[in-house]
């Protein structure tokens, strides 16, 4: 069974930074194309960033361009989000999600309609 546990979030102020990291186990890790997606309140989740199970092709969001970077780490199997220059429109609670699909696309996990089993979810609150 996919277990998936994301840490990292918190509250900061605009243009500040975090780090989020996902730790996966349950799964082949080096098989599968990782992602990062966020809900905020009110609104429907979106995909965020994703990265292919080689680590190298990613996609980014429009809004998240220039601001976020996305990594992994195959011997510690575990994920990772860098967020810089926060804005107030980042804040949600952030998923991170395996690809169902071995050795699938970045592009195509994150536009995909299921993106894989859900960790519990880490809250990041950026403030004015």
């Known amino acids: 069974q996919v277990r998936l546990v994301e840490s990292g979030g918190g509250s900061v102020q605009d243009g500040g930074s975090l780090r989020l990291s996902c730790t996966a186990s349950?799964?082949?890790?080096?098989?599968?194309?990782m992602g990062w997606f966020r809900q905020a309140p009110g609104k429907e989740r979106e995909a965020v960033s994703c990265?292919?199970?080689?680590?190298?092709?990613?996609y980014y969001a429009d809004s998240v361009k220039g601001r976020f970077t996305i990594s992994r780490d195959t011997a510690k199997n575990t994920l990772y989000l860098q967020m810089n220059s926060l804005k107030s429109e980042d804040t949600a609670t952030y998923y991170c999600?395996?690809?169902?699909?071995?050795?699938?696309?970045?592009?195509?996990?994150?536009?995909?309609?299921?993106?894989?089993?859900w960790g519990q979810g880490t809250l990041v609150t950026v403030s004015q």
């Open positions: 990265i292919s199970w080689s680590g190298g092709t990613t």
């Open positions: 999600a395996a690809d169902p699909i071995r050795f699938g696309s970045a592009y195509d996990h994150c536009s995909g309609s299921s993106p894989g089993p």
């Open positions: 349950g799964l082949n890790f080096d098989e599968h194309g």
